[in-house]
């Protein structure tokens, strides 16, 4: 199994270049199963996530072409696939693929709207709450759909001519369930109104993706979501959006280890909330063009309290990146996780590294220490995972991160992208 091995107290200094969302790709994706022409989208990660998702759709009956990665201007890759799902070869998403990632889950929207039917396993990924799948039950339920669960599968079958446009409001904030009913909604019969939609810029990707291919959609972005149902979509061209939990995973590197990098190929406007929460902690984040210039100190690093939202609100998926930057603060700061109810696996190993963190219930208390030193910990999930590499290139000496295989699923070309900034960071394969 793959190791990272780092040795700290480098500052970073240089470019990196930002790569394509890996939560935006994946919808758009499986959104190549709503038409039979060719859906091409540009800036797709090279993740394991992505290769993951590209055998589940194969799957399905989807035609995959990738054109090669080509190395444009600082160093970044363009990856372009291309997707063509003439006919639905299956209807079933089989147990031992969408065990492994959640989103895949996500197949159930447009199954049901083009085939009029799924059968889909119940869905796992990151084990960092129980992640239920209540609302996607409710949410096409209220599309006409009929919702059984059967042996670990959902089995989902739409209405004699194909789904009803609904007007339905979440209880609660889901980003796939969002991204699921709209996939739904887009061939549904009348209008579909969703309420408490999530605001992610994801979901206006999607939106905006879907909306090329001819669904009419408005609303993306706010709260409330209409779609007026078509009877078909045609193909699309589309690029991904900037990764923006990659943006701030390497804003916090530079504002913890010190140096001056520029993050290439991305957009500050679609991370407000941590970028002003970077800012307090005291490094200068400045939009320049097609990206954003992050000097950081190193040091003096001010302690922050942050509490996870969906979005506009700070993203859960920052949260331990972040708490890895308090880890040096001076003084006391607190992280509190209200979207996932076991996002604190990364406590116990950045306390490997000296970290002083105790927790009560949903709220970590950090007491910033003046220096980390490195040490051999434990990948626990994708963002805890990316947490302990910044922490290790802040500490002294070196870290081992172990099950980089985390890592993989959403950072891609991670050792790449620091080494030529000047970190010291290579991966140890056994
Ligand atoms: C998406 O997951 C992201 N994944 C997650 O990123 C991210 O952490 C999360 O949104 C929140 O921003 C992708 O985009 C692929 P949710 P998702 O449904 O859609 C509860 C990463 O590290 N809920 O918005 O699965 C749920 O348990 C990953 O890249 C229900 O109760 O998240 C959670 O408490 C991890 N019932 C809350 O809603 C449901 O039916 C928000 O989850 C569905 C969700």
């Known amino acids: 199994m793959d190791r990272i091995r780092i040795v700290g107290g480098n500052q970073l200094n240089g470019i990196i270049p930002i790569s394509g ?17 060719t859906l091409t989208l540009e800036n797709v990660p090279h993740l394991a996530d992505v290769e993951l998702l590209l055998r589940i759709l194969g799957n399905h009956g989807v035609d995959v072409s ?22 639905i070869a299956d209807t079933t998403a089989p147990y031992d693929l969408v065990s492994k990632m959640r989103a895949s889950f996500w197949v159930i929207g447009p199954l049901l709207a083009r085939e009029g039917k799924a059968r889909v396993s119940l869905p796992g990924g990151c084990a960092i709450g129980t992640r239920p799948v209540d609302l996607f039950i409710e949410g096409l339920t209220a599309l006409g759909a009929t919702m059984d669960i059967d042996a670990g599968y959902i089995n989902a079958t739409a209405p004699k001519g194909g789904l009803i446009g609904a007007h339905y409001t979440f ?12 996939m739904a909604a887009v061939l549904a019969r009348g209008t579909t109104v969703i309420g408490n939609a999530a605001r992610e810029p994801e979901v206006v990707d999607l939106a905006n993706c879907m909306i090329a291919m001819g669904a009419k959609i408005t609303g993306a972005g706010t709260s409330t979501i209409t779609i007026e149902g078509v009877t078909s979509l045609s ?9 923006r939990i990659e943006t701030g995973t390497y804003a916090m590197a530079v ?16 991370l407000d909330t941590a970028v002003s929460a970077i800012r307090r902690a005291g490094a200068e984040l400045i939009a320049v063009d097609n990206g ?18 969906p979005f506009p609100g700070f993203p ?16 006391v700061a607190h992280v509190t996780e209200t979207i996932f109810e076991n996002r604190f696996m990364h406590v116990q190993e950045l306390a490997r590294l000296g970290a002083r963190i105790t927790l009560s219930g949903q709220t970590a208390r950090i007491e910033g220490v003046k220096r980390l030193r490195g040490a051999p910990v434990m990948a626990t999930d994708l963002r805890a995972s990316v947490s302990l590499v910044i922490a290790g290139l802040a500490a002294e000496g070196e870290t081992l991160v172990n099950r ?8 891609e070309r991670l050792e790449e992208k620091l080494t030529r900034c000047g970190a010291v960071v290579e991966r140890i394969s056994d």
């Open 404 to 411: 980089v295989y985390h890592l993989d699923r959403g950072f």
């Open 292 to 309: 954003i210039r992050v000097i950081g100190h190193g040091n003096d690093i001010r302690p922050v309290d942050i509490v996870t939202e």
């Open 316 to 331: 859960t998926d920052l949260q331990a990146q972040f708490m890895g930057l308090m880890t040096r603060a001076d003084g």
């Open 171 to 182: 209880p609660k904030v889901s980003v796939g369930a969002t991204h699921v009913m709209m």
């Open 21 to 37: 969302a890996k939560n935006a790709a994946l919808p758009l994706m499986i959104a190549s199963l709503l038409t039979s022409d």
């Open 66 to 87: 990738v054109n090669g990665r080509r190395e444009t201007q600082n160093g970044m890759y363009s990856r372009t696939i291309h997707f063509t799902c003439r006919t």
């Open 255 to 270: 504002a913890m280890t010190g140096g001056d990098v520029t993050l290439a190929g991305t957009d500050i406007t679609l």
């Open 235 to 243: 193909g699309a061209r589309h690029r991904v959006l900037p990764d």
